[in-house]
């Protein structure tokens, strides 16, 4: 898999209970044309985990990489970082610093943590998200393109309780992508990484869209149980 130049830009706004309240944040960074390291192997229980949940056959192949992707990294934090993060930040040492010390770290102390579900109400609130922004052309953001705020989205869909969204719009390598959402550099609150490792968010829906400029538009929508 080779990348392109790369120009992610990660916001965050989350929602957690009720009020239902957030904020947001944005970082932009470039990196060279290079090839993206991938692992040398794939975890199958991670594939057979994914295969198992409703509709899954019915995704499209970025959703689904983003999806084993975020599953890979949720099972074993620690190989998450030696054979995945650890060989893109040395492609690319321009990502080393005080964030990727942070993360090596995190990922090293972090247990393992459940597996997401897939939500089919969050695949659709995902997808009709990053399908909204592309198609309108509108600026990447947690709005849609008609104004209604995350908040207002996941109020429709049923979801009340808490939830949290990580969207990054960049080229076609979707492991370097999460990586960078991983990173969370230059935004001190981490909230992404946060989202990502929070053990209490447990379905997850996912949703990517072609950009405007042939990028990527990725939309991951977190939540915890929700009960009524």
Known sequence: MKATLFHVKPFLLCLVLLPLFGSSQLTTIWLKDKTVPLPTSVDSAVIFWNSQQ???S???????EWYYWTNYARK??????DSA???????????????????????YKGAPLPLFSLNPILIRTAQSHATDIAISNSKPSHNS??????AFRMKRAGIIHCAAENISLGNHSILLSL??????????????RKNLLNPSFSDLGIGVSVFKDSSLFSVQDFSCPQTH
Request: aromatic share 12%; hydrophobic share 45%; proline share 10%.
């Open 54 to 56: 409703p509709d899954y």
């Open 58 to 64: 019915k995704l499209s192949e970025p959703v689904k």
């Open 76 to 81: 074993n934090p620690r190989l998450f970082w």
């Open 85 to 107: 993060a650890a060989p893109i930040i040395k492609a690319f040492p321009e990502l080393l610093g005080k964030y990727s010390a942070s993360l090596k770290e995190e990922l």
């Open 145 to 150: 393109s008609n104004g209604d705020d995350f």
């Open 179 to 192: 990586v960078l959402l991983f990173l969370d550099i230059d935004l001190p609150a981490l909230g992404h």
